[in-house]
């Protein structure tokens, strides 16, 4: 069974920077186009950005420039670099797989608040 856990959420200030991580069990991401995306309150989920395998990268225009996707199949880990903040980015931020995605993980909180 796949399972999706994402981490490194919390509580940060407009233009602060955090970096989350998404660890998949039971499926080997090394050819796989990853994804992350998030949730505002009231709002549904939206696609933040997608990594093929190759490291080619694709971006919402809300975060192009500012957050950053990698990752590292050794550890079957994907990243999101996320700086200068904006309280907009305020959500619950989740990784899957691009195509064929599986059961969603429990997504990690991000609050930008002053």
């Known amino acids: 069974q796949v399972q999706l856990v994402e981490s490194g959420g919390g509580l940060v200030q407009p233009g602060e920077s955090l970096r989350l991580r998404c660890t998949v069990s039971?499926?080997?991401?090394?050819?796989?186009?990853m994804a992350w995306y998030r949730q505002a309150p009231g709002n549904e989920r939206q696609l933040v950005g997608h990594?093929?395998?190759?490291?080619?990268?694709v971006y919402d225009a809300a975060v192009k420039g500012r957050f950053t996707i990698s990752r590292d199949n050794a550890k079957n880990t994907i990243y999101l670099q996320m700086n200068s903040l904006k309280p907009e980015d305020t959500a619950v931020y989740y990784c899957?797989?691009?195509?064929?995605?599986?059961?969603w993980g429990q997504g990690t909180q991000v609050t930008v608040s002053s």
């Open positions: 990594l093929a395998s190759n490291n080619y990268t």
């Open positions: 039971g499926s080997d991401i090394t050819h796989r186009v």
């Open positions: 899957n797989f691009y195509y064929m995605s599986v059961p």
